[in-house]
């Protein structure tokens, strides 16, 4: 089987996580800036075998979505563009960032670890993939 990555796109940096190959377990995986984040994802495409690439979207608490989702789709028609046998998905990623540092903080991580904004990116983005890989179960 193959991978599925997931991004936490953000104004500065982007988290990123994936699954085992037999997509059973999400796991951080890194933090890049933004202005990386498409050359690293093409790169990583084509040196590992990826099914499918979902993409947090960000809710505002009234149902709305941030004003930084004209830049993901922006992002996402240039992953398109130069990756068109991957799928890409959209799943609201509403308040992963507060339960990636519940989570660190479950883990045992230290308060310094937890202040890093690049650890709870990339593990906002393992809590975006698990959550996809909970509803496509369904």
């Known amino acids: 089987m193959s991978r599925i990555i997931s991004i936490d796109y953000g104004a500065k940096?982007?988290?990123?996580?994936?699954?085992?190959?037999?997509?059973?377990?999400?796991?951080?995986?890194?933090?890049?800036?933004?202005q990386e984040l498409?050359?690293?994802?093409?790169?990583?495409c084509?040196?590992?075998?990826?099914?499918?690439?979902?993409?947090?979207?960000?809710?505002?608490?009234?149902?709305?979505?941030?004003p930084i989702e004209n830049e993901i789709k922006g992002f996402i028609k240039k992953l398109e563009k130069n990756l068109n046998n991957i799928k890409i998905v959209r799943i609201d990623e509403s308040y992963s960032s507060k339960k990636a540092v519940k989570v660190m903080i479950e883990a045992g991580a230290k308060k310094k670890q937890r202040?890093?904004?690049?650890?709870?990116?990339?593990?906002?983005?393992?809590?975006?993939?698990?959550?996809?890989?909970?509803?496509?179960?369904?």
Do not use: W
Not at 38 to 44: A, E, R
Not at 48 to 64: Q, Y
């Open 13 to 34: 940096r982007c988290g990123i996580a994936v699954t085992d190959p037999m997509q059973i377990i999400a796991y951080p995986l890194t933090t890049v800036h933004k």
């Open 38 to 44: 498409l050359d690293f994802i093409i790169d990583y």
């Open 46 to 66: 084509t040196k590992n075998e990826v099914e499918t690439i979902v993409i947090g979207k960000p809710m505002r608490d009234n149902g709305d979505v941030a």
């Open 115 to 138: 202040q890093q904004k690049s650890n709870i990116d990339k593990v906002s983005a393992a809590i975006i993939l698990q959550d996809y890989l909970k509803i496509s179960e369904l």
